[in-house]
């Protein structure tokens, strides 16, 4: 059974330019979230998406965006990089369905740094 | 405001000694509790949940977590623990049913020492 999977690995952007990330949920998951966990800090939502629609955002402007697709897959968009969103970039899927709704599986992350 | 608090930023153990890892929230009601466990550059980990029933309850590794209404804390244990243990452990709560916004701790960092 297939966990999150997430690519790439790792990425390296200049100021100014645009991102984009990709996940994979778990087999049998519909639903996709996304965090930022900056070095030495804990995880911070950034949104998640159900049924192809944002359900939720956390506190990050609209230079981040996101998408998800038919298959559940999402992607998250970041455009006019700043220093500031070199980061962890995680990715947590979970199953409205699957009697455990509350629970996230997590990705290994996207490791972004912006120079 | 809504949070989680793990006090212990980092914490240093002999290998085959018992852990304690402090986690403490803020929230109107109790709120759905987890611990995750992240290797360097690795994702995140679940190691165990509560949601409601026995207060104690085991998770993968031989991890314990014990929620405590009283005091807000769901500090997570381990009797003995091994070398591969070490790496950073976080608290996370989702506030209530229906919301999956995790909320973190900052962490706390596990050494282990020979």
């Known amino acids: 059974d297939a966990g999150v999977t997430q690519s790439p690995t790792h990425l390296i952007k200049t100021r100014g330019q645009q991102v984009t990330l990709r996940c994979s949920p778990k087999s049998g998951h519909d639903t996709v979230s996304w965090y930022q966990q900056a070095l030495g800090q804990g995880p911070q939502f950034i949104f998640q998406y159900y049924e192809e629609e944002e359900r939720q955002r956390g506190n990050f402007p609209d230079r981040f965006s996101g998408h998800q697709f038919p298959n559940y897959s999402s992607e998250l968009n970041v455009n006019a990089l700043l220093l500031g969103d070199s980061a962890l970039y995680l990715c947590a899927s979970s199953s409205d369905f699957s009697g455990e709704e509350e629970t996230q599986y997590f990705g290994p992350g996207t490791r972004l740094l912006v120079l | 405001a809504q949070s989680v608090t793990q006090p212990d930023i980092h914490i240093t153990v002999s290998e085959g000694a018992s852990l304690e890892l402090r986690c403490n929230y803020s929230?109107?009601?109790?709120?759905?509790l987890f611990w995750y466990v992240q290797s360097p550059g690795q994702g995140l980990q679940l190691l165990l949940k509560y949601f409601s029933g026995d207060t104690l309850v085991q998770g993968i590794k031989g991890f314990e977590a014990e929620f405590k209404r009283s005091q807000s804390s769901f500090n997570l244990r381990k009797p003995s623990v091994h070398w591969s243990d070490a790496a950073e452990y976080f608290c996370a709560v989702v506030p209530n049913f229906g919301n999956e916004k995790l909320t973190f701790g900052t962490g706390t960092r596990l050494t282990i020492i020979p």
């Open positions: 929230y109107g009601a109790t709120p759905y």
